[in-house]
């Protein structure tokens, strides 16, 4: 089992920043991604960006350029930085980690969400 708490969601004015963070707990050694996800009201949850135990990264295109994901793997936190947000940018975000248990056993686990509110 895995564990993971958001923190840092908020009102934030256009054009403002936030660091969203998401700290992990359990069996996180057979931890190989973290990713964010985002959800507005009536619409679906969507990738924002994930970060895999490599290193590498994948973003939204509606985020490039604005938001950064990265990892303390000392910390077993992963962030969410934030950038230029805009009023498109309003949803619950989630932290997602995928879990390998063995080759044929992977799991997803999800935090209970964050809330981020830019207003027009």
């Known amino acids: 089992q895995v564990q993971l708490v958001e923190s840092g969601g908020g009102l934030v004015q256009p054009g403002g920043s936030l660091r969203l963070s998401c700290a992990a707990s359990?069996?996180?050694?057979?931890?190989?991604?973290m990713a964010w996800y985002r959800q507005a009201p009536g619409k679906q949850r969507e990738l924002v960006a994930v970060?895999?135990?490599?290193?590498?990264?994948n973003y939204a295109d509606s985020v490039k350029g604005r938001c950064t994901i990265s990892r303390d793997n000392a910390k077993n936190t992963a962030y969410l930085q934030m950038n230029s947000l805009k009023p498109e940018d309003t949803a619950v975000y989630y932290c997602?980690?995928?879990?390998?248990?063995?080759?044929?056993?992977?799991?997803?686990?999800w935090g209970q969400g964050t809330q981020v509110t830019v207003p027009s």
């Open positions: 997602n980690a995928g879990v390998r248990y063995s080759v044929l056993e992977e799991y997803d686990y």
């Open positions: 359990g069996s996180i050694s057979g931890i190989y991604k």
């Open positions: 970060i895999r135990s490599s290193g590498r990264t």
